[in-house]
């Protein structure tokens, strides 16, 4: 039950982190394009000057999320009970794996697609 929640909370929270840059200004997340779609892109003279400046901020982005996932994960760890490290790892993979199935599954296949 416990897992349930977190699997839920971490996608809420993953999906709060990820949508509302990509509505707001759907070329922030160039640089986790298909490679065929970023050369596309790339390739209209209209976006050549914005594309280096968004890759630089996706980057330093991507490590203030790695960092701030940490903590989270480490929260939840600690939240959850949990005291060895065997039963940590396996948790926060168990999460991982979740989260990364419901960014492809939902986000990906279903919303980005469309």
Same mark, same amino acid.
């Given at each position: 039950?416990?897992? +349930? ?29 298909? +490679?065929?779609?970023?050369?596309? %892109? ?7 000057? +914005? ?19 940490? !903590?989270?994960?480490?929260? !939840? ?14 948790? +926060? ?11 492809? !599954? %939902? ?8």
């Amino acid at each position: 039950m416990i897992f +349930t929640i977190e699997s839920i909370a971490l996608c809420a929270i993953f999906t709060l982190a990820i949508m509302p840059a990509l509505y707001k200004n759907p070329l922030s997340q160039i640089a986790s394009y298909p +490679t065929a779609i970023r050369k596309r %892109v790339e390739a209209l003279p209209e976006y050549k000057s +914005t594309i280096k400046a968004l890759e630089r901020k996706h980057i330093a982005r991507k490590i203030a999320a790695v960092i701030l996932f940490a !903590i989270i994960f480490a929260a !939840i760890a600690r939240l959850s009970g949990l005291k060895t490290f065997k039963k940590v790892f396996a948790n +926060t993979f168990m999460l991982f794996f979740v989260v990364n199935l419901y960014d492809l !599954i %939902v986000l990906d296949l279903i919303i980005f697609c469309r």
